[in-house]
C-alpha cells in the first residue's frame, strides 16, 4: 500500500487546528505519518497539538521563529519519506476519502505529480473555492472554479497546477524539483510558492489533475473580503513573488515577442493603480531588483534540469 504523509504549517492556528487533525485523523486510508511545523504561534497551537488524543503519532516541530509556509513546509517535508505527502492548511477540513481517492489515481497515472480534490467554501458548501490552479495568458494564476457552483466541476481534468491549501504531491516529484534542496522556494515566503512549483514541475514534465471525488472545506479568511481586507504584509509578498515566478519559469522561444509587449502593459497599469491606491506596495522593488541576480541563478539551474530531461527522452539515435 503506498504511504502518506500530511504536512501542516501553522501560525496563531487554534482556532482550526484541532477539525483539521480530526479530518486527518479519520482518512480511509492510512496515514503513515503528520508532521505539524509551528512557526512561533503567541495563541496556544502549540499547547493543543501537544495535548490532542494520538498526539504520538504527530510530530511536531516548534519554530523560535515565523519560518513562513514555503520554509515551514520544506521543514515538514525533510521529516517525512512516505510515497506521497499531503501539504495542508490548518483551516482545511478534509473528508474521510480526500487521501484514498488521489491515491487511487496517482498510483494509476505515473506522469501525475500532483493532484487535488474538490475545494469548497465552508460559509456555502454550494460554492467552489478552488478546483486547482489555472494560468491566463498575463501569467496570472488563479484558482480554477473560485466562487462558481460546484456542479460545474464535477468532472476530472488536468490542470496548471494545485493550491497548496490541501496539494497532494508525488515524493519522487518533489525530489525531482529541488533547487537547492528546496522544495518551495523559501525566498518566497508565502504566496504563489505554489505556483512557482506547479510551473516548474509543468516544465520538468509532470502532470496535474482536479479529482472531484475527493472533497475538502476551506475556511478562508482574509480571501473572502477582496483587497481591502488582505493585510499589506501579504499584499506586498503576493506581488513581489508574481515577479519570482516569471523570472525563474517563463520558458525561452519566440512567443516572447508578443508576451513581453503583453506584460509590460499589464504591469503599467497595475503600477498606477498601486501608485494611487497601494503606495505601500512600492516598498517591494527594492527586494525584486536584490532577489534578481538569485532567480536568475536558480532559472538556470531549472533550464538545465529541463534540458537533461529532454536529452533522456531523446531515441538514442537523435542524440
Known amino acids: 500500500m503506498a504511504t502518506v504523509s500530511i504536512c501542516i504549517v501553522t501560525y496563531n492556528s487554534a482556532e482550526d487546528i484541532e477539525a483539521c487533525l480530526d479530518a486527518v485523523w479519520s482518512q480511509v486510508h492510512p496515514i503513515d505519518r503528520i508532521v505539524i ?9 502549540a499547547t493543543r497539538i501537544e495535548r490532542y488524543d494520538g498526539s504520538e503519532r504527530i510530530f ?3 519554530n523560535t521563529i515565523n519560518n513562513g509556509f514555503a520554509g515551514g513546509q520544506n521543514q515538514a517535508i525533510s521529516h517525512t519519506d512516505s510515497d506521497y505527502v499531503l501539504v495542508l492548511n490548518p483551516d ?8 484514498s481517492y488521489l491515491v487511487a ?3 494509476e497515472n505515473l506522469q501525475a505529480g500532483s493532484a487535488t480534490g474538490r475545494l ?13 490552479l489555472g494560468m491566463r495568458r498575463t501569467r496570472q494564476a488563479y484558482d480554477l472554479g473560485a466562487g ?3 456542479s460545474k466541476w464535477a468532472q476530472q481534468q488536468q490542470v496548471f497546477g494545485v493550491s497548496g491549501a490541501a496539494a497532494f504531491y508525488r515524493m519522487d516529484m518533489v525530489r525531482d524539483l529541488q533547487v537547492d534542496g528546496q522544495f ?11 505556483v512557482d512549483v506547479a510551473w516548474r514541475a509543468r516544465q520538468l514534465g509532470w502532470l496535474s489533475h482536479y479529482i472531484p471525488e475527493a472533497k475538502a472545506v476551506h475556511h478562508r479568511g482574509w480571501k473572502k473580503g477582496g483587497r481591502t481586507a488582505i493585510p499589506l504584509f501579504v ?9 519570482f515566478t516569471l523570472l525563474k519559469n517563463e520558458q525561452p522561444g519566440w512567443h516572447l515577442l508578443k508576451l513581453i509587449p503583453l506584460l509590460i502593459a499589464v504591469e503599467i497599469v497595475k503600477l498606477g493603480y498601486i501608485i494611487l491606491k497601494e503606495p505601500g506596495l512600492l516598498r517591494c522593488w527594492p527586494v525584486i531588483f536584490r532577489s534578481m541576480p538569485d532567480m536568475l541563478r536558480k532559472r538556470k539551474l531549472i533550464q538545465i534540469k529541463v534540458k537533461q530531461g529532454q536529452m533522456q527522452l531523446k531515441p538514442s539515435n537523435e542524440r
Not at 511545523?37 to 497551537?45: C, E, K, Q, Y
Not at 469548497?120 to 478546483?131: H, N, R
Not at 499584499?235 to 515577479?243: A, K, P
Open 105 to 107: 489515481f496517482m498510483e
Open 60 to 62: 511536531l516541530v516548534k
Open 235 to 243: 499584499r506586498r509578498h503576493s506581488y513581489q513573488n508574481r515577479f
Open 120 to 132: 469548497v467554501l465552508s460559509a456555502d458548501l454550494s460554492v467552489m473555492d478552488s478546483a486547482g
Open 92 to 99: 482545511v477540513t478534509l473528508d474521510s476519502g480526500y487521501v
Open 184 to 194: 518551495f522556494d523559501e525566498e518566497f515566503f508565502a504566496y504563489k510558492e505554489d
Open 37 to 45: 511545523v509551528d512557526n512561533a504561534s503567541s495563541d496556544g497551537t
Open 148 to 150: 462558481e457552483p460546484v
